[in-house]
């Protein structure tokens, strides 16, 4: 999508915070160097900050600052409805776009027939080893991998909307009555995809649409983002709390295996050990089998960048602490109602 002869209709970008001082400016920067007329787009951070995030936001020009409680579906909530435009794009405060960034976002929308809309999220240019690594699990909104990592396209749209790169007319958003309150924590995005859905309407993905996602690094810092999808997943699909303990990717599993494995290795330590390759090999195969991001992943994994032992080594390493930390973001929510209710 490279043509100049098209309508530039009005854009709202919304980019809610909370206590982001160390990204907010390189966002706004990106957000601000964009080849769209300036009068035809405005930039609303909806901020629930403690610290100096809305005295940077402030130093923008044309940038509106909109105070609120914190909380996902709340600050989203604010920010369309301050809108001044009928398209809403929302992106994250440790996002970077793309130039043409706005440019393709209008030609796409001048499509009457596209109401919603996502792209990819990569990872930025300059992304370290383990950076890289990480963004290579295939989220948020894809990762290195791309958004097709994580929906598969079709005839009826896309199943949902990543929060991070998400575009809308205003009045879809209206139609199904906004985002769920229910959601502060997140998931706000999935749940507004589903209603809109089954309200009839089509959601899209084009891959032309191209923000960078800052990855969730260092090691710990991944950990505890996963934590809190796990209670995201947790508020999504209210599962029992048998299903979340005997899920075999529940933290006590893991951690029984390694200790059964640890009294074989003190026992018999030549079988022990010739045991790792043979199940590390065995995990690779179900990756490859059931998880879509990590086909993707080889086939891609050249034009992203990364190196195969890394491919084999690092980024299934990696899904596993994931798969586990979620786990573990499900009981801590169960956990958490639980006292609510008694």
């Keep these: 999508m490279t043509s100049d002869h098209f309508p530039r209709p009005g854009i709202s970008v919304i980019v809610i915070t909370l206590n982001e001082e160390n990204n907010i400016r390189p966002c706004l920067d990106s957000l601000k160097r964009q080849n769209y007329p300036s009068e035809n787009y405005e930039v609303i951070v909806v901020d629930a900050s403690s610290d100096a995030t809305p005295i940077i936001a402030a130093e923008f020009a044309g940038v509106r600052v909109v105070k609120s409680t914190k909380g996902f579906s709340r600050q989203k909530n604010v920010g369309w409805q301050a809108a001044c435009f009928d398209i809403v794009a929302f992106t994250d405060a ?21 109401v919603a809309v996502t ?9 370290n080893w383990f950076d890289l690594c990480v963004t290579c699990v295939g989220h948020p909104g894809g990762g290195a991998i791309g958004f097709d990592a994580n929906v598969k396209p ?26 769920d309150p229910d959601f502060q924590e997140g998931g706000e995005d999935v749940d507004l995809s589903r209603r809109l859905r089954q309200a009839g309407y089509r959601l899209d993905y084009m891959s032309e649409l191209t923000i960078y996602h800052k990855p969730h690094t260092p090691f710990w810092h991944y950990v505890k983002w996963n934590i809190g999808v796990g209670v995201t997943k947790f508020s999504l699909n209210r599962p029992s709390l048998g299903k979340i303990i005997f899920d075999p990717r529940f933290p006590l599993w893991p951690l029984l295996g390694l200790v059964l494995w640890f009294y074989w290795f003190l026992s018999i330590p030549f079988s022990a050990l010739l045991f790792m390759p043979i199940a590390w090999v065995v995990y690779l195969a179900g990756l490859y089998c059931f998880s879509t991001p990590f086909q993707l992943l080889l086939v891609r994994r050249r034009q ?7 491919t084999f080594t690092m ?9 586990v930390a979620m786990a573990f973001g499900q009981l801590k929510k169960w956990s958490r109602l639980r006292r609510v209710q008694t």
């Design 94 to 114: 440790d996002c970077l776009v793309s130039g043409n960034w706005l440019s393709t976002i209008a030609e796409v929308m001048n499509n009457p027939e596209i």
């Design 304 to 310: 992203i960048g990364l190196d195969l032992l890394s």
């Design 119 to 127: 792209g990819d999220s990569l990872a930025p240019p300059n992304s």
């Design 315 to 323: 980024v299934p390493f990696l899904v596993l602490v994931r798969q």
């Design 154 to 179: 079709g005839s009826q749209g896309i199943s949902f909307i990543a929060g991070c790169h998400a575009i809308f007319r205003k009045a879809i958003i209206a139609a199904v009555g906004g985002f």
